[in-house]
């Protein structure tokens, strides 16, 4: 499978404990984005990473989140002391380097799930 | 604040009609994505429309983009229900990364 890939899928967790995901993007794609969805709702930007840089960084990414992209391959996402309304799916997509004008389309990993009890 | 606004919100069809999803965006973009989620998955790709009067077609799903009146429209010609999901529309920010807007999101569900 050539496509986005996360781990866990699912995480359950009791508040105030650490949590980190992995996504692994489409191997030749230089572009990561991490995004949070609600129920209900449209998934809300995090983080983007260029290679190994992280160049942007939502509002929404309090300072107990943080995010990293070693050698500009996989990334991960860590939330520290979990909160209740941290419970969401995580979301994670890739996208190939962009010429100037061309689309940015980005590819959606399958999510993780958090739970926070 | 790009702002990205779907509607409707929620959308009960009978199969064989059509109905058409509006995507309003507040900023000029050039670029806008469709995606389709079906519960508990994941986002998957639809549509890239890329500039002003472009049209795309797949299936019984048309969608158009209207750069000018920052609108773009996904038409559902016939509908079937395996088309019921969410469709989210989502506009590229070109000063940002290209990081994505997502409009709230059009829950359709088509009846048989």
């Known amino acids: 499978d050539t496509g986005v890939s996360q781990d866990p899928r699912h995480k359950i967790t009791k508040r105030g404990q650490n949590v980190t995901f992995r996504c692994d993007p489409i191997s030749e794609h230089n572009r990561l984005y991490w995004y949070r969805q609600t129920l209900g709702q449209g998934p809300e930007f995090l983080t983007y990473f260029q290679n190994e840089a992280q160049l942007e960084k939502s509002r929404l990414l309090s300072d107990r989140f943080s995010a990293e992209r070693p050698k500009g391959s996989f990334s991960t996402l860590e939330i520290q002391r979990t909160e209740q309304g941290d419970s969401a799916m995580y979301l994670c997509?890739?996208?190939?380097?962009?010429?100037?004008?061309?689309?940015?389309?980005?590819?959606f990993g399958p999510g993780t799930r958090l739970t926070v009890l | 604040e790009l702002k990205v606004e779907q509607n409707p919100l929620f959308l009960s069809m009978q199969e064989g009609k059509n109905y058409t999803i509006y995507c309003n965006y507040s900023t000029t973009s050039d670029r806008l994505y469709w995606y389709r989620q079906d519960p508990g998955k994941s986002l998957e790709s639809l549509f890239v429309l890329l500039s002003n009067g472009a049209v795309k077609q797949e299936g019984r799903l048309m969608a158009s983009l209207d750069t000018k009146a920052r609108l773009s429209t996904l038409h559902i010609t016939a509908a079937v229900h395996d088309l019921s999901a969410t469709y989210f529309c989502?506009?590229?920010?070109?000063?940002?990364?290209?990081?994505?807007?997502f409009g709230e999101g059009t829950q359709l569900t088509v009846n048989p």
């Open positions: 997509a890739s996208s190939a380097r962009r010429l100037a004008g061309a689309p940015n389309e980005q590819f």
């Open positions: 989502a506009v590229d920010q070109e000063t940002s990364g290209s990081r994505l807007t």
